[in-house]
């Protein structure tokens, strides 16, 4: 894939191409590398959803046991094209097949009510057992996503963590799968553009708004992270977004309901139809 990026990039300052058709050339680029990496996925054994491993979506994703059957069979196929896509590295800790489950149905969370994605940029998931340092004189991480490296990587202590107590808004695999979807949006690629630029218009004036009234030291509904810049700002607002529904949206109706419109999806509404199928 990078390859085929450099010849395009060599062609268009050698006057071969222009803007729009250098663009173009890198989605067939990425297109074809994808074909090839899934006919990789083919040749060493592609993995699909059976019953055992409905069992583990139901019983570690809450989200996904709110799903009726049809909404399930379809984020079953979504986790199986994500898994498929991905390779899976652990440092120091061994990927099982229910890891990638988890970690599939966390990024099939945040981009379920869009297109189907598989934030494809991103070709690597990498799992630590714990906390990490990516660079020997760096901070400890729980996650991170890094574009340049086409990576994303999570502590599966944290993982698991944020999934154990699913109604405290602090979950590391949705924040990192948002981080990658917010990436994903701008990156040259068959998937670029997924989210209405006018709707990203409005969230990021509600969400400078919101992250002003937190610097001031004023009451705040967000933890004082989401503060941090525009990114981490929408990272913080998708796990309140899924754990905290009900309340996010009585305490910030206009950015709950923009998140619902960039996401194609409503958990408050979900939830309340889940209370009352029961």
């Given at each position: 894939y990078q390859l085929g990026v450099n010849v395009c990039l060599a062609i268009a300052l050698d006057g071969g191409l222009g803007v729009t058709a250098f663009f173009a050339a890198v989605v067939?680029?990425?297109?074809?590398?994808?074909?090839?990496?899934?006919?990789?996925?083919?040749?060493?054994?592609?993995?699909?959803?059976?019953?055992?491993?409905?069992?583990?979506?139901?019983?570690?994703?809450?989200?996904?046991?709110?799903?009726?059957?049809?909404?399930?069979?379809?984020?079953?196929?979504?986790?199986?094209?994500?898994?498929?896509?991905?390779?899976?590295?652990?440092?120091?800790?061994?990927?099982t097949r229910?890891?990638?489950?988890?970690?599939?149905?966390?990024?099939?969370?945040?981009?379920?009510?869009?297109?189907p994605l598989l934030l494809m940029h991103f070709s690597r998931i990498v799992v630590y057992p714990d906390q990490y340092r990516n660079r020997p004189q760096s901070h400890l991480h729980l996650g991170e996503v890094n574009p340049g490296m086409r990576v994303i990587a999570i502590s599966w202590k944290h993982f698991l963590q944020g999934y154990a107590e699913p109604t405290d808004a602090r979950n590391v695999g949705l924040h990192e799968m948002a981080h990658a979807l917010w990436f994903e949006n701008r990156i040259p690629n068959a998937e670029t553009g997924f989210l209405s630029n006018k709707l990203l218009l409005e969230w990021r004036q509600l969400a400078e708004?919101?992250?002003?009234?937190?610097?001031?030291?004023?009451?705040?509904?967000?933890?004082?992270?989401?503060?941090?810049?525009?990114?981490?700002?929408?990272?913080?607002?998708?796990?309140?977004?899924?754990?905290?529904?009900?309340v996010y949206r009585a305490a910030l109706p206009e950015l709950y309901e923009c998140m619902v419109q960039l996401l194609g999806q409503d958990p408050a509404e979900m939830k309340a139809s889940s209370h009352q199928d029961r």
């Open positions: 067939l680029v990425f297109i074809a590398a994808r074909a090839m990496n899934a006919v990789g996925a083919l040749l060493k054994g592609s993995i699909s959803v059976r019953e055992s491993d409905r069992i583990v979506l139901s019983r570690c994703l809450p989200y996904y046991a709110q799903l009726d059957r049809t909404a399930r069979r379809e984020f079953d196929q979504r986790v199986t094209d994500f898994i498929n896509d991905k390779e899976f590295h652990g440092r120091g800790i061994e990927v229910e890891m990638k489950l988890m970690l599939a149905g966390s990024a099939v969370q945040v981009t379920f009510g869009l297109e708004d919101e992250s002003a009234r937190i610097r001031s030291g004023a009451d705040r509904f967000f933890r004082e992270y989401a503060a941090t810049d525009q990114a981490e700002f929408f990272a913080v607002a998708v796990e309140y977004f899924f754990e905290k529904p009900v």
